[in-house]
């Protein structure tokens, strides 16, 4: 049996360094048995919700709990949740094996588990050379390995897929996929949506320590921002057109030449009729799915925080 | 239990452990060579002064083992300080999320190596100074001092080593808590027993020598010292105060 995954829950959480707030009033759920990709451009404070989540950063008010818990009341933390963290680090003298062994010993973890992981995350063969050599790669593989070795039904990953190879991106994304289907918690930080697109189930959005979206990956992508690429010599009349049709809302015409325009918020067949009723002749209609990319940094861009959801 | 398995795994499983155990014994033996060989009748100073043929002198010499501490000191302040230096204590705290477990389990460890490298430099010392009076007319060596040497140095290292995890947990730079405890030490400590006489006695500085009971060996002296159980209070008080502000202040700081 797998060991059960909880609840993460994070309530009206803040944090401040000095001036400088770097989470403020965020409150989200993660829920296990999915994979949960937190999401959030540079410094827009995912790596301090994880601490305070970790109970390495206290907050300034609010909560961060794990199961209903504060991590330092829970009685054996490595059995329960697995972080790796950006900062953490490794002694460069201890070789990758010394380093677990460490975490099994003050986790009362039997020693065999330490080469376990190394197997699992396809270190053995560096098992016993010291750290101050590893890639970056292979320092993100060990962290990795340290997460596992408690066996823990909450795995809590900051930017987990800095510095892997494709391959280690497309083992660690079955291996996350996996741990989710048995249960567990999966929760992973990226400042890059297209990056784990592939991955995740539900996406927690913030910008500037705020929450911006949270909800299921097709919420997200059904909020409208399917694009359609459309090429007509009558581009002015078809986008007088799609520009009234846009006053129902939710359609964003865009001008690419002037023979080509990006329509995001209407179905390509839609937007057929339309041409159709108007007599403009298509040279092209094609869908060109949700651009993820300009979706999240339409919702992270200034001034947009707290306010799409 | 656990933690005290591995802290000891984070130790020997780095080199510092063993380039201080390399320092104590050096200078052990240095500091026996000096006062088998820097006497007034050795340097022809004195010819008529053979302190060689004094029971105390000669059975003293063995105290030269503590003059080993400040490694001890250094060991705990880098057993500690070292876990910020190299972000470990980003790991160290997930698998035990109650900070203060972490100092005592560190204390508890470090205690029973500095106890360890005190057998260690008395041993040297020892050793040394029975191959360096070979060669020498001296009077023989008190076999009880010399265990009461013995014992005093494994229980001073044991509670220095203690001391310097308490530093380090105060004092988280590891460049800074190291100059910082060689200045106070070697400078500030020396300077206030000089200038303010009761005092001295009552530093760390002071209490170890207690300890040790080796102030009036090593020609340090002049200063008078604790009682060696007092001294023994005071350095275990210095170690229990430091670990408790540690954890009131920077023990619960923010790791980011
Ligand atoms: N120890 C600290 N002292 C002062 N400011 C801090 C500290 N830690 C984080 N911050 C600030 O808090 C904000 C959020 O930082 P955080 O590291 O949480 O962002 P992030 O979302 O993880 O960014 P990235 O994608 O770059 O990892 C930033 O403005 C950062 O400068
Ligand atoms: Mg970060």
Redesign the pocket.
Same mark, same amino acid.
Do not use: R, W
């Given at each position: 049996m797998s060991p059960r995954g909880e609840v993460l829950t994070v309530t009206s959480l803040t944090k401040r360094?000095?001036k400088?707030s770097?989470v403020l009033d965020l409150s989200f759920a993660v829920q296990p048995g999915r994979v949960t990709g937190f999401l $959030?451009?540079? $410094?827009?404070?995912?790596?301090?919700?994880l601490r305070c989540l970790l109970g390495l950063v206290q907050p300034t008010s609010g909560t961060a709990q794990v199961g209903g818990h504060d991590y330092r009341e829970l009685p054996h933390p490595a059995a329960v949740v697995g972080a790796t963290l +950006?900062a953490s680090g490794f002694h460069p003298g201890r070789t990758a094996r010394g380093h677990l062994r460490v975490i099994t010993d003050a986790a009362a973890l039997p020693q065999a588990r330490a080469d376990e992981v190394l197997e699992l995350v396809g270190l053995t063969e560096a098992a016993g050379r010291k750290v101050g050599g590893f890639s970056l790669g292979m320092r993100q593989r060990l962290a990795l390995a340290a997460a596992l070795v408690g066996d823990p039904g909450v795995l809590i990953l900051d +930017?987990p897929a800095n510095g892997l190879d494709p391959e280690g991106i497309a083992w660690l994304r079955s291996f996350l996929r996996a741990r989710a289907e048995e249960g567990r918690t999966v929760l992973v930080?990226s400042?890059v949506l297209s990056e784990v697109q592939q991955t995740v189930d539900d996406v927690i959005i913030i910008s500037k $320590?705020r929450l911006v979206q949270a909800g299921s990956l097709e919420e997200l992508t059904g909020a409208g921002l399917t694009q359609v690429r459309v090429r007509t010599p009558q581009l002015e009349v078809l986008r007088a057109a799609l520009l009234a049709e846009a006053g129902s809302g939710g359609v964003h015409v865009e001008v690419v030449s002037p023979v080509e325009l990006m329509v995001s918020g209407l179905e390509a067949a839609e937007i057929g009729h339309l041409a159709l009723r108007q007599q403009v002749e298509l040279h092209e209609l094609t869908p060109v799915g949700t651009d993820l990319e300009a979706l999240f940094l339409e919702l992270t861009a200034d001034g947009n925080p707290g306010g799409a959801a | 239990m656990s933690m005290v398995r591995s802290e000891f795994r984070k130790v020997t499983t780095t080199k510092v452990l063993l380039w201080l155990t390399i320092a104590t014994i050096a200078f052990s033996a240095l500091n026996v060579v000096l006062l088998v060989f820097l006497t007034p009748r050795a340097m022809d100073i004195d010819s008529d002064l053979n302190l060689l043929l004094d029971p105390a002198y000669v059975t003293n010499i063995l105290g030269a083992a503590g003059s080993s501490s400040i490694f001890i000191l250094i060991l705990g302040i880098i057993g500690m300080t070292s876990e910020y230096r190299h972000m470990t204590i980003t790991s160290t705290f997930l698998v035990t999320p109650k900070r203060p477990r972490v100092l005592i389990a560190k204390g508890i460890t470090y205690a029973l190596l500095g106890a360890a490298l005190g057998l260690i430099a008395f041993i040297t010392s020892f050793a040394v100074t029975l191959i360096a009076l070979m060669t020498e007319d001296h009077a023989p060596v008190d076999a009880i001092i010399a265990l009461q040497i013995l014992g005093g140095v494994v229980l001073a290292f044991a509670i220095y080593a203690f001391v310097g995890v308490s530093v380090g947990a105060l004092i988280r730079n590891q460049v800074a808590a190291i100059v910082g405890a060689l200045v106070w030490v070697l400078i500030v400590e020396a300077l206030l027993t000089v200038f303010v006489d009761w005092i001295g006695k009552w530093l760390p500085g002071g209490a170890l020598n207690a300890v040790l009971q080796t102030t009036n060996v090593t020609g340090r002296g002049g200063a008078d010292i604790l009682p060696t159980a007092t001294g023994v209070v005071v350095l275990l008080g210095y170690a229990v105060i430091f670990g408790i502000l540690a954890s009131l202040t920077t023990l619960r700081r923010?790791i980011?």
């Open positions: 360094f000095g400088v770097a $959030g451009p540079n $410094g827009s404070g995912k790596t301090t919700t +950006e +930017e930080s400042h $320590g | 923010d980011t």
